[in-house]
Every structure is written in C-alpha cells, then in structure tokens.
C-alpha cells in the first residue's frame, strides 16, 4: 500500500523569503503521479502543481518548484518570494498511473504561515 | 473555463435531520469525486463515479450516506440522519477520463460546503 508523510506539521516563514515543505512516500509502483495542493482557511482545495515520476525534470508553475528525487522517494515543494496568501495547509499526494481505481493518497499536511 | 461548482457553502442542522449536498463538475469531466474533510485532517475519499457509475464507495457510510449522479453529471450527495461527527467540509472534485490512455487525470476541487451538526 502506499503511505504519504509530511514530517513538518507547521512551518513558518517571513515574506518575500523561501521556504522548502517536505514529503517522502512509499510505493512499489514504477509510475505514478506527485501532487502538491493548497488549502487556505476558505478550506478550497487548490492544486499548486503535479510531477509525473517518468518525467526526471522538475515541474515548477511561477514561484513554485518541486525537488523530486525518485531513488530516495521524495517531493518537496520550495516556495520561493513568499507572500502573505501563500499562508495556507499544504498537501502532498500521490497517485499511481495505472487502473481504474486511482485515488489520491493523501498526507496529513503542513500548516505554513507567512509572517509580514 | 467554470470549475467545480458546490451549493450549499454552509449548512447548519441539528442532529437527526437531513441534508444535501450538490455538485456540478468541470464541463467534460467523466470522473466526480466526494470527500469528506474533518478539521485538522486531510481529505477522505467517501465515494468516486465514472460517468454515472460508482468505481469506489468502500468507504461510505451506507447506513446514512448516499450519492447518486444519474445522468452522468451532476451528483448529490445525502446525509440521512445526520450525526454529530459528520460536521466536517464535504469537497466534490472531478477529473478528466483519457479514453486513449483509459486513466483519470488530475483532480480539481470545488469550494467545499461547511457541514455544522449540532
């Protein structure tokens, strides 16, 4: 079964400064789908962005970019020039690629405030 | 392009009564998704359809919850009677179905509506 874990329950950051979130995860499958999404306290879900794993380069969407390191099982997501809407819960999530029944494994998240 | 619409935004019943919940995906996508998000937690997938068939509903509560999506569209999701641990936000998502490849693509959330049990 596959497991997502975000060791960092809160973080905290100044704007305009970055910030690097974590997430490791575990599966047997060889391809599969990464996602990172945004919740701000109106509590709608919002994709921040997505790493397919046979894709060996980095998905970045604007001030947000994702470390993904296949071999050690893990996709941080670095939040460069943080502004104060960036506060908000972040997600990590996986998806495998194949079959009908393809549910986003979620982790418990991490809570990051941006402080003027 | 119009994303994932969800009516009501809040609800607040008293516990026993009846709620519904509506969702209107992304014009064109196959797969609708309900989860259900206790505070402090992260999403729980409560029932997915393809098309107006269900894929997953393992972890639904059938004694109380139900959903239909009966033209392939829309969907409504029940609580019948509500309990007091059902307070929670109830998402819907949807996602396109690739014919050609046979996968579901990424998931796209709606606002949410805010369930208070009291």
């Known amino acids: 079964a596959q497991t997502v874990t975000q060791s960092q329950p809160e973080m905290s950051v100044q704007e305009a400064e970055t910030v690097t979130l974590s997430c490791t995860y575990d599966?047997?499958?060889?391809?599969?789908?990464l996602f990172w999404y945004k919740q701000p306290p109106s509590r709608q879900m919002i994709l921040v962005i997505r790493?397919?794993?046979?894709k060996q380069q980095n998905a970045t969407e604007n001030r947000f970019s994702v470390n993904f390191q296949k071999a050690a099982k893990s996709f941080s997501l670095k939040i460069s020039d943080s502004q104060l809407g960036d506060t908000a819960m972040y997600f990590c999530?996986?998806?495998?690629?194949?079959?009908?029944?393809?549910?986003?494994?979620w982790g418990l998240g991490t809570s990051l405030a941006v402080n003027p | 392009e119009a994303g994932v619409a969800q009516s009501p935004r809040y609800k607040i019943i008293e516990k026993r009564q009846s709620v519904a919940f509506w969702c209107n995906p992304i014009?064109?996508?196959?797969?609708l998704y309900w989860y259900q998000q206790i505070l402090g937690q992260g999403p729980k997938l409560l029932i997915q359809?393809?098309?107006?068939?269900?894929?997953?509903d393992s972890q639904l509560p059938k004694d109380r919850f139900s959903a239909e999506r009966l033209k392939g569209v829309d969907s409504t999701l029940k609580i019948q009677p509500a309990k007091l641990e059902d307070s929670a936000v109830y998402l819907c998502?949807?996602?396109?179905?690739?014919?050609?490849?046979?996968?579901?693509?990424?998931?796209?959330f709606g606002p949410g509506t805010r369930l208070t049990v009291l």
């Open positions: 999530a996986f998806m495998k690629h194949a079959g009908n029944n393809r549910k986003l494994i």
């Open positions: 014009s064109g996508h196959a797969t």
């Open positions: 359809f393809q098309n107006n068939g269900v894929v997953d």
């Open positions: 599966t047997s499958e060889s391809n599969y789908y």
């Open positions: 998502a949807s996602s396109l179905w690739d014919i050609r490849k046979g996968v579901t693509d990424t998931q796209y």
């Open positions: 790493q397919e794993a046979y």
